[in-house]
């Protein structure tokens, strides 16, 4: 009777798949998939770029808002240095924190960018001029603002945010 193998194995010679190809494998998998995903949603939630531009600024001086007129506004102060939200929207915040090197108090620096009283962005590094800001998806009655530990850890004439409305969701029907 004849020795016959149990199992049949690859000529020999021929490389065998390693641990680290059925890795790269199965992380590229995910990721080919997670991008036909964002691309279907894409193409059935597109995003209408906005119409009039509405932007709202801060500082540094003056110290109070400015904002456009457009026919819909996009935000409305509400408070000191704070905004609502008026459109759904996909918005861009930009900014620049100077912090007061000078500053010697207990309080620790730091600047806190929020929406709803959740933050969103902390910065923490007083030893340098820091942007502050990001793209996000707002809805209307969103309320944002930018608070800071002690007034006096910031150099209020060259500090500023903004926000700008970048495209409203279109959604089909």
């Known amino acids: 009777m004849e020795d016959m193998p149990l199992s049949h194995s690859s000529p020999q010679g021929t490389p065998r798949p390693s641990w680290k190809q ?65 459109q759904n929207g996909l918005y861009l915040i930009y900014g620049q924190v100077a912090p007061n090197t000078t500053y010697k108090e207990p309080a620790p620096f730091e600047v806190r960018l929020r929406k709803n009283e959740d933050i969103i962005q902390a910065l923490t590094n007083n030893s340098r001029i820091q942007n502050v800001g990001g793209t996000y998806e707002f809805h209307a009655g969103d309320i944002l603002d930018l608070i800071y530990n002690s ?11 903004g926000i700008l409305l970048l495209a409203n969701p279109q959604y089909n029907s």
Do not use: R
């Open 22 to 86: 059925w890795f790269l494998y199965s992380t590229i998998v995910p990721l080919l998939l997670l991008c036909s995903f964002s691309t279907l949603i894409l193409t059935f939630l597109p995003l209408k770029t906005a119409s009039e531009p509405c932007i709202a600024k801060f500082g540094p001086f003056p110290l109070k808002w400015q904002m456009t007129c457009p026919k819909l506004p996009c935000v409305n102060k509400t408070a000191d240095e704070k905004l609502e939200i008026l």
């Open 151 to 161: 007034d006096h850890q910031v150099l209020k004439n060259n500090t500023y945010w």
